[in-house]
């Protein structure tokens, strides 16, 4: 198996190791409220890619963020808004439900990349949608029995904001969209500042808020990136569910936050379906390629 298809696989599953990280900082925070947390996560990333972007472009870096268009600001907005539905999510309902409501993505946009543009899906695809559809609805009943409803129709904003800007980037093919994805930390920092009544937390919410922007969503978001450089992204979206399976064993381990009966069952049914459909879709990447191992994503 190629070195770098290797190297691809271990950079999913770092991304997903440090993504899967939000449920059990957020639990950590003592003080400090959504618009807070979200301000000083957002602004972190936001500064951290802008120092990845100038070491990359340099004197051209302005020029970086022009090339985007108004296909980069439908992207910045829609990321943006996505992570402001992020982090209410995980505050108003468990960790588990929200990862794995956001674990069904990839089958959320092989059904936009029908409806929208054209692309054909599998019957079997088609399927394992209306399969995964089911288990989030259990989801949706154990929230609604539990009286965390809110931070699961939260969580679906995280999915619409990300079906938005994959849609968009489809048609940005051949232009860096790095700098929009910078720019959403600069959408979400700004509308935290304007909602919070004052960004005045302690050292230790602080110090979360920190490494939520960096380590959690910063770095986690760079590994992805370079695994699409050597893996398919269906094979991405396959590994990354690490991110899924991870976040809510940390709570369960760290803060006791265990998932219910109906919970896990609904969690069960969404990841073998996701499973399902990027399996088909891997597949169906090599017979087009007739090769064994991948070529790079983007």
């Known amino acids: 198996m190629a070195k770098g298809y290797l190297f691809g696989v271990a950079c999913v599953l770092m991304g997903g190791l440090c993504l899967s990280s939000a449920g059990i900082l957020v639990r950590h925070i003592e003080q400090a409220d959504g618009w807070q947390i979200l301000f000083f996560r957002s602004a972190t990333f936001f500064i951290m890619l802008s120092a990845i972007l100038t070491v990359r472009y340099r004197s051209g870096t302005l020029s970086a963020f022009r090339a985007v268009g108004w296909r980069g600001m439908v992207v910045a907005i829609s990321l943006g808004l996505g992570s402001v539905c992020y982090i209410f999510a995980l505050l108003n309902t468990t960790v588990a439900n929200v990862m794995f409501i956001i674990g069904a993505s990839p089958l959320v946009a092989a059904a936009a990349g029908w409806l929208f543009l054209g692309e054909r899906v599998s019957l079997l695809s088609v399927a394992a949608m209306f399969v995964a559809l089911g288990g989030i609805g259990l989801m949706f009943v154990d929230g609604l029995l539990a009286g965390r409803w809110l931070g699961m129709v939260i969580a679906t904003g995280v999915v619409i904001g990300f079906v938005i800007m994959l849609v968009t980037l489809r048609g940005a093919k051949d232009t860096d969209m790095l700098p929009a994805t910078c720019m959403a930390g600069l959408v979400a920092a700004s509308i935290s500042a304007v909602m919070a009544t004052d960004l005045n937390i302690t050292r230790h919410d602080f110090v979360i808020a920190l490494l939520l922007g960096s380590v959690q969503y910063g770095a986690g978001f760079i590994l992805y990136t370079i695994a699409t450089r050597h893996i398919q992204a269906a094979e991405v979206a396959l590994f990354a569910l690490s991110e899924s399976i991870l976040a809510p064993i940390w709570v369960w381990i760290g803060v006791g936050e265990k998932p219910s009966s109906l ?26 390629t007739g090769c064994a191992t991948t070529a790079p994503a983007g």
């Open 263 to 288: 919970t896990l069952i609904g969690c069960a049914v969404v990841l073998l379906s996701v499973v399902f459909h990027c399996m088909i879709a891997i597949r169906k990447s090599r017979k087009n």
